[in-house]
């Protein structure tokens, strides 16, 4: 294998895009101490954010397991970085930006994993005429929603690179593409208005976008052994889609687990990609990763263990949104939050404070008592549209624990 194929076209100084890669809505602080590069920065600003944090309690696949060693949407976005990390070091291109862009592709993820997707996507399209998907839904967390203390306290918004914002709006592993080049134009991403739109602006990005797919496949595959999803028929007829790459006819049942299909994924994409033909994997690998999703669509994720589930997290998220939705009241939105905290206290007390972070209502002496100097995201006074949208920005950033606890509240009395 030649490595470092992409050396010249990573996001480096010396590509002529670098400054549209380096570009902030607003100047950051600066310190002379600091050691970091731009995508560094942007790094570790993602590690401290609350919706980081948030990860370690967000279904990948199985709800609530009681084995303590199944996937969390938190391991997902680790394996997801280790993978980027290897293609990205072995091509020559910026880890920094792939390690950045692969820990944040996952902030805008719903509770209850993609069927919570589903379900927010349902109530935004009926009440907004809007589409949400996680993607988009994490470009506007990290531009609109988290909010970090600067070197004076001020809590303001993350303000990220444009190359890793692009990344995680770009991020779309569902789609079976290959051979993934970067696109020329730093577009304005809020033209995004749907997932998949634009080609990643970075090689980075690109790596990243399959990256995420070799990370899951596998993993997901492991999960569904442990669990017994996956009967003695399931996989013979996984081993028969391994028998026809020969890079993976090799790999015996006992052996299929997300270390060597990583493995082979990696190897097989580095050795064929390269500026020419973009991020690929060979013919036979490429055909053979498309039938393990789809094997994996089949037999896992819409496993008949898991329509209990996908029933329950439809009625918490439906409940909790509905019974949200009630607290608007135009100018008269806040006391109609506190009349309805008496029944809900720890719903909507939770959500009270997380709109006083945004909202208009806030004023500026209590803007500046609570340190706030990010932009306003809600516009209550005059638009019940702003509130909506308050309502499903809140229900995405929630974990599934919390969603449980909050629905919990509903029915107790």
């Known amino acids: ?78 394996h997801v970085d280790s993978v980027s990390y290897t293609i990205a070091d ?37 009440d907004l005429k809007d ?44 789609v079976d593409q290959n051979g993934i080049k970067p696109r020329d134009e730093a577009i304005d991403l809020e033209t995004y208005r749907v997932k998949n739109q634009f080609a990643p602006f970075t090689w980075e ?29 399931r996989i013979d007829e996984l081993q028969a889609i391994l028998f026809q790459s020969p890079a993976l006819r090799d790999i015996k049942i006992k052996e299929i687990n997300n270390t060597v299909l ?3 994924f990696i190897l097989d994409l580095c050795e064929n990609s390269s500026p020419q033909k973009g991020i690929a994997l060979s013919k036979d690998n490429f055909r053979a990763m498309k039938m393990i999703k789809d094997f994996n669509y089949k037999n896992i994720y819409r496993h008949p263990r898991l329509e209990p589930y996908f029933r329950y997290a439809k009625l918490v998220l439906t409940e909790l949104y509905d019974t949200l939705i009630k607290g608007y009241d135009g100018a008269q939105t806040p006391k109609a939050l506190a009349a309805l905290a ?36 809600y516009q209550v006074k005059e638009s019940q549209r702003d509130y909506t949208m308050a309502v499903l920005d809140y229900l995405s950033g929630m974990t599934d624990s919390f969603a449980v606890r909050s629905y919990n509240e509903l029915i107790s009395f």
């Open 262 to 264: 990583i493995h082979e």
């Open 205 to 233: 990005g690109c790596v990243v976008k399959l990256a995420d797919k070799i990370a899951y496949l596998g993993r997901d595959i492991e999960d569904a052994k442990t669990l017994g999803i996956l009967d003695n028929a």
């Open 342 to 377: 008496r029944y809900y206290p720890e719903l909507f007390g939770q959500f009270a404070g997380y709109l006083e972070q945004y909202w208009d209502f806030t004023t500026a002496e209590r803007r500046a008592e609570l340190k706030l100097g990010n932009r306003i995201l």
């Open 131 to 174: 589409s949400f998907w996680h993607e988009r839904n994490g470009l506007r967390f990290v531009e609109g929603v988290e909010l970090l203390e600067n070197d004076k306290g001020l809590r303001k918004n993350l303000n990220l690179t444009y190359a890793v914002r692009d990344g995680i709006v770009s991020h779309c592993g569902e």
């Open 1 to 78: 294998m030649e490595g470092y194929l992409f050396t010249e076209q990573s996001a480096r100084p010396s590509n002529p895009k670098y400054m549209q890669m380096i570009a902030r809505a607003e100047n950051i602080y600066k310190r002379q101490s600091d050691i970091r590069s731009e995508f560094g920065r942007d790094y570790t600003r993602i590690l401290h954010s609350m919706a980081y944090r948030r990860l370690k309690h967000k279904t990948q696949v199985f709800f609530s397991p009681q084995n303590d060693h199944i996937c969390t949407r938190i391991e997902h976005v680790s």
């Open 90 to 126: 072995a091509l020559g291109l910026n880890t920094e930006l792939t390690r950045a862009i692969a820990t944040a592709h996952d902030l805008g993820h719903a509770p209850f994993g993609h069927l919570g997707e589903t379900v927010l996507a349902e109530l935004s399209e009926r």
